[in-house]
Structures are given as C-alpha cells and as structure tokens.
C-alpha cells in the first residue's frame, strides 16, 4: 500500500543519512578541502520537518476523522493549533539542543544512531514485521541514561595536563 511505501521509502532515508552522517563524523568528508561538511542548520531542521509531515501525515488524517465526529468543525481548528504550537516549540527548541549537540559529540552520536535504530523500524513496519515499540524506547532511554551518567564522570576528571617541551627547557637553561 502506499503507506507502506512511504515507511520503507522513509526508512531508506533515515539509514543512508544517519550512516552518511556518521561516517562523515568517524572518517572526514572526502576531498578534505570540503566545501560542506555537514547539512547546514537550517537544512536539517527543514528535514525534520519534511519527515514530520510525511510520517505524522495518516496519524493526523485519522486524528482529524476522530476529533471531527466529536468536536464537528470546532475540531479541525483544535488540530490546526496542535500543528503549529508543535512547530514553534520544535523551531523554539532547536537552537538550544542544537548548541548542546555541538557541545557534547557523544550525544550527536547517539541521536545519528537512534536515528538509524527508527529507519530500521519503519523499514520493517513497511514489511509488516512489527517490533515492539517498547523495546526501542526502553534501549533508547537505557542508552541516554548511560550518556549522561559518562558525561557527569568525564566532567568531574582531571583535564589532561598538556606538556610544553620548550617551557620546560627554559626552565632547565634558566637553573
């Protein structure tokens, strides 16, 4: 059905960016004069919201079937607002978590492979091969636990003591 091919499409496009992404981050762009090294803030963010259209699309068809029958026309207004308070929070918060991102690359990392986790997903949902949301959520949470918990540890090292040779030669010729 169609559906199902906008799941397996999705899906392929959820695994080739995120392993394009982090292959970019482990090895480099090729050409190592790159003129763009990675999408572009704005870029990305129109991404996610292109995605969130299509994949939100038959939740917010059947959303709108259920409220109107309810609400009548009161109701299609009532998911208008739903859409945009939901666009300005995403637009809101993207500044903030973007720059935390850039502060914290594990934390890039993790979310390119959640991102990859969700493609494999839809691929298999495409197929009608369920797995339980459940799992991925709970491995999702288990895994950001353990990313903060490393990141408290590796905030509360020593920073490493960087040695410089010549101030030190100095120091001997100076004695």
Avoid at 103 to 108: D, L, N, Q, S
């Amino acid at each position: 059905s169609g559906r199902d091919l906008v799941l397996i499409i999705g899906g392929l496009f959820l695994i080739a960016k995120s392993t394009h992404e982090i292959h970019g981050s482990l090895e480099g762009e090729e050409g190592h004069g790159s003129k763009k090294s990675y999408a572009g803030f704005t870029g990305v963010i129109i991404q996610i919201v292109l995605l969130d259209i299509v994949f939100s699309l038959d939740s917010v068809i059947t959303a709108v079937g259920m409220i109107s029958t309810t609400y009548g026309d009161f109701g299609i207004w009532i998911m208008i607002a739903a859409v945009v308070i939901s666009i300005i929070a995403m637009m809101l918060f993207a500044g903030p978590i973007g720059s935390f991102v850039q502060r914290h690359p594990t934390i890039k990392m993790l979310a390119l492979s959640f991102l990859l986790l969700i493609g494999v997903m839809l691929v298999a949902e495409g197929f009608h091969q369920t797995i339980p949301k459940g799992y991925i959520y709970f491995a999702m949470a288990f895994s950001v636990l353990v990313e903060f918990l490393n990141m408290r540890l590796r905030k509360k090292a020593d920073p490493v003591q960087l040695h410089n040779a010549f101030a030190e030669e100095d120091q001997i010729k100076a004695s």
